[in-house]
């Protein structure tokens, strides 16, 4: 068995061939060990942002422009989590097995719903930003049609600059890899291109949403302490108000998706454009991608509607005549 050396003896990805790329030397223990977390958290991912899927998708109720944005994020954590196992073994045995072009195809894919995910992010913020900073316009301004085009435009745009991005640094010419070994599935580029990718596919979108945001939790602070001083007078607070505060709240619970994706994703980003050991980087790597079984706990912790719906689920009774129409929300909650 090839895993049980214990470190010393090279171990090669295909023994036959004189230019194949070099194993990385784990113990099998510690195989063993690697490959049962990394199955645990993809099979804990995709359970829990599939039932965020077949929530938003099911119950009419939830028919939101945000929940839409909320479903899109949840479908590219969804697809990464399928892939785990698959990023897990080209990290840690630092081999590849399915051939350039599937590889190709592949970093293509990984790079794309990385990219959605910030996407996404940046939509919500966009979304949160009009309805708690320009609730009269929100209805306008927001609408389910327009929303659903954004995101269209967000994947396609992610998978055409990820292509072009993949294709320029020459993956798929083999006369610009001479100098990579054969069973190697990683985009080689320069320093320019690290930085210019890192701005563009991370920099930017941050600045835009915590920018968003810093507006976002200026206008809630105020807007709270407003209908708090309202109702500590005794006065009457309208329906209007009550609306600003559960927008105001609900723009909060989504800051913390925004916090965790930010604390997950800048190690890895500040790390990608330095020479750093291969153990570091796979570790930055755990925590990025563990990021979207973050998610759903978000949302179960915050989102009552959430819990509502798993029970609908588990219990089996979407399957009911017009579960889809249940009133799964309270009053003034979103």
Known sequence: MA??????????CFPAINSS???GKHSSHEYNIIYVFVSLLSAWTVFLNLLVIISISHFKKLHTPTNLIILSLAVADL????????????LIEMCWYFGDTFCGLY?????????ASLSNLV???VDRYVAVCHPLLYPQKITMTKTLISICLSWICSSTYNTAFVINNGYFD????????????SVMMGFAWRVTDLNMSFIFPCILIISFYLRIFYVVHQQVKAINTLMKGGKFVNEGSLRRKSESKAALTLGIIVTVYL???????ICSITVISSITINVLTSVMYMNSGLNPMVYALFYPWFKKTVKHILSLKVFQPASSLVNIL???QL
């Open 174 to 185: 083999i006369s610009r890899r001479t100098d990579k070994c054969y069973g190697d599935c």
């Open 263 to 269: 604390l997950c994703y800048i190690p890895y980003y």
């Open 79 to 90: 697809l990464l989590g399928l892939v785990m196992p698959i990023e897990a073994m080209r």
């Open 3 to 12: 895993y049980e050396t214990e470190g010393h003896e090279t171990q090669y």
């Open 107 to 115: 970093l293509i894919f990984i790079a794309m719903v990385l990219s």
């Open 330 to 332: 309270t009053e003034h």
């Open 123 to 125: 939509l919500i913020a």
């Open 21 to 23: 790329c070099i194993k």
